[in-house]
């Protein structure tokens, strides 16, 4: 299972607690977690003793021309996040 959560603890920490009952229900599932690039958010994960993934993601600017560039990397974002989902 792959649970994406940045952001602050506000989102991070519900995302651990998921995990966590996850894995109490069923040892076997392995729980990986994915977030943005923000320090903050790798911060709260290795705090509780995880690595997780980090996809170049930000939140989508404002003003035209900033706003094409987060849909741009929006869209890398997207492409990084498949092929991680399907790799073997």
Excluded: Q
Excluded at 20 to 37: I, L, N
């Amino acid at each position: 299972m792959v649970i994406a959560a940045g952001g602050t603890g506000g989102h991070i920490s519900p995302a651990l607690a998921i995990a966590e009952h996850t894995v109490r229900r069923d040892p076997k599932c392995h729980v990986e977690f994915a977030c943005g690039k923000r320090p903050v958010e790798v911060e709260v994960y290795r705090k509780a003793g995880i690595n997780p993934t980090i996809f170049p993601v930000e939140p989508l600017a404002r003003g035209p021309i900033a706003l094409l560039k987060s849909v741009w990397r929006l869209r890398r974002a997207i492409v990084e996040a498949r092929k991680y989902v399907r790799r073997d």
